[in-house]
């Protein structure tokens, strides 16, 4: 699989495994602050408790349109009020960090990408109406996704509700991505349809058994990737690609077939 998009190697990195040293992730010290160059497609400073105010100076003062945090990099708050009075945010990644209140989000109201871990206050995003790419640890208790019209990109992770079924799951009807890894359900009935989507992969959902309903969800997808999805049965990627007249690229079960 080639062309994995910093969210996706965000999610990655804040849900398996889980990041223990400075290398395994884009970032490095300029000065005295943390920066990555690539992780939000825009220049990132990473917030440390330690720092902070220096930290929030440094956003400010160089610009900074997008900011990250988590106990790996030095950022031990249990919530996100740093963020209130800083210039208007595009990108907030926040990881393994227990968080008590992040009503601050809220004042960014312009934010394009977002992912927080999901030990937080639930998150209403019909609030956060210019959200194009979000990285979502699912919380059965948030809401408003399916209102985000200019949502392009979705990563869900960590889908798993007692009814073992997709059609609780909202998605906007704009999407052209969606990634979904470690869900529950055995199979994709019940999920909304997005006829828009373009790309689509499955990763590490071991109850599912069947790839069969995509034809009819995601009519048009050029780009499908399935992995580690053991109760897949051989064949079942043929027959899903056979229905798929617009597929440039499909992987499924360790095979490319296209």
Known sequence: MTGRSPESALGYAYALPKPNRLTDMPIAREDQFLVSRDLARTPSLGLESANLEACLAEVRQRGFKAVFGSPVFGFFEDSLDSLKGLPELEAIWFWDVDLRDIDAIYEHSSLQRFGIHDK???VDFSRLPSLKR???????SDVGIRSLSGLELLHVWSYAPRSKSFADLELPSGLTELQINWANPKTLDGMISVPGLRRLEIARCRN?????????????????????CGRIQSGEGERVVARLPNLRHAFVKDKVLT
């Not at 979000?134 to 059965?140: R, T």
């Not at 069947?210 to 969800?217: H, V």
């Open 120 to 122: 937080r206050p639930p």
């Open 208 to 228: 599912l058994e069947t790839l069969d309903a995509i034809p009819a969800l995601f009519p048009d997808l050029e780009h499908l990737v399935v992995t580690a």
């Open 134 to 140: 979000v990285v979502w640890k699912h919380k059965a």
